[in-house]
């Protein structure tokens, strides 16, 4: 069956400019996350959803970080005033259950780069 | 703050050998342990886990072993190929909470 996907696989943008970065769960799975990876480095949780509860924001960076999630679906990730320090990969994830000790199941990201 | 953290961050076997890939991690309230395998330009891969009441898992080709005394995490893979090759990711769950802790990874490289 068809894994998580994300859209664009590659955001080049200038720096001070919005973008919003799309997830598709997995159909059916109730929970999901979503992360950043920087070069080298290992992946920063930024935010948690399941289902129609309040979402963890515990790990968004700042304020110009927002992400919703419609339908309990598709998972949009919007970064506002883009800054160099941005530039990553963003991976989606999605669950089957609550997410505590069930397998994450990731898309293959978007590369985002602010020039 | 607590971590986990890998010990190498490269490390190149010849096609056929075993694997040994190692990770610590400093919360003891910590009670389930993933690792992921990350191929270039594609997400992670689960690969396998381990909950803190066992100490070794098995599955095809790779073991994990859980040593809770000096909390340390490794994974074994053996008869290592060439698609083996990618970056490996410990990470863990705090508690039975919703988050996983990544460390920062290990680049495998297999040579043939």
């Known amino acids: 069956g068809a894994g998580v996907s994300q859209s664009p696989s590659n955001k080049v943008t200038e720096k001070g400019k919005d973008v919003e970065l799309r997830c598709d769960p997995i159909s059916g799975h109730t929970a999901l996350y979503w992360y950043r990876q920087s070069l080298g480095q290992g992946l920063e949780f930024l935010i948690y959803f399941q289902g129609n509860s309040a979402p963890d924001k515990s790990g968004l960076p700042s304020d110009r970080f927002s992400a919703e999630r419609t339908g309990g679906s598709v998972s949009t990730l919007t970064i506002q005033r883009t800054q160099q320090e941005d530039s990553a990969v963003y991976l989606c994830?999605?669950?089957w259950g609550d997410g505590s000790y069930n397998e994450q199941f990731f898309g293959p990201g978007t590369r985002l780069t602010v020039l | 703050g607590e971590s986990v953290g890998l010990h190498l961050p490269t490390l190149s076997v010849q096609e056929g050998d075993n694997s040994i890939i190692n990770c610590a991690y400093s919360n003891s309230a910590s009670d389930y342990f993933i690792w992921y395998k990350q191929e270039s330009g594609k997400g992670p891969q689960f690969i396998i886990d381990i909950r803190s009441n066992m100490d070794k898992r098995q599955g095809q080709r790779v073991t994990v072993l859980l040593n809770k005394t000096v909390k340390h995490l490794s994974l074994q893979i053996a008869a290592t190929q060439p698609g083996d090759s990618a970056v490996y990711f410990c990470a863990e769950n705090t508690g039975g909470g919703n988050k996983l802790t990544f460390g920062t990874g290990t680049q495998l490289k297999v040579e043939l």
């Open positions: 994830a999605s669950v």
